[in-house]
């Protein structure tokens, strides 16, 4: 297999290379999403929640909530990100949602991947949890008015 590689390349390289030049403990920690923090950000409309595996994972299982956009669509897709959210992505551990998060955080989205992966967020919305977040991604967001003196 052969690959022909443009000028973009070189862009996304040089992107790529800032990126780890200023790479630091700080970006180590704020790179990642905990379960519980994903979940309350989701209540409050603050997530673009990106599932990146294949169509067919994806087809056998899947949240119900988020959007599919593979790993391999990404490049071709970025119209489809919400540039006013934070972008998590998640696959079923985390290996191609890290790898999905720092493209996207190359080309200049506000990214996480979840810690936990997919069967760790699974795990987490048993029952009442699963209810409960349904139903709050379900309401309208709030409107917060300054009251002015």
């Known amino acids: ?10 862009v996304l390289g040089d992107a790529l290379d800032e990126y780890l030049a200023g790479f630091n403990y700080q970006e180590r920690e704020e790179m990642k999403i905990e ?11 603050k997530v673009q929640f990106i599932d990146i595996r294949f169509p067919e ?7 119900g909530f988020g959007k599919n956009i593979p790993l391999n669509e990404l ?20 290996d191609r949602a890290a790898m999905a998060r720092m493209f996207l955080t190359v080309k200049g989205f506000n990214s996480r991947y ?17 209810k409960g977040l349904m139903e709050a991604m379900s309401r309208p967001p709030e409107v917060v008015t300054s009251k002015k003196p």
Do not use: N, Q
């Open 35 to 45: 379960t519980l923090e994903l979940v309350t950000l989701l209540a409050d409309g």
């Open 114 to 130: 979840l810690k936990e992966g997919l069967l760790g967020l699974a795990e987490f919305l048993r029952g009442d949890k699963a």
């Open 75 to 94: 490049p071709t897709r970025l119209h489809e990100f919400d540039k006013t959210k934070v972008i998590v992505t998640a696959c079923p551990h985390k």
């Open 57 to 63: 994972e994806y087809a056998a299982w899947h949240m």
């Open 1 to 10: 297999m052969m690959f022909v590689l443009g000028p973009s390349v070189h």
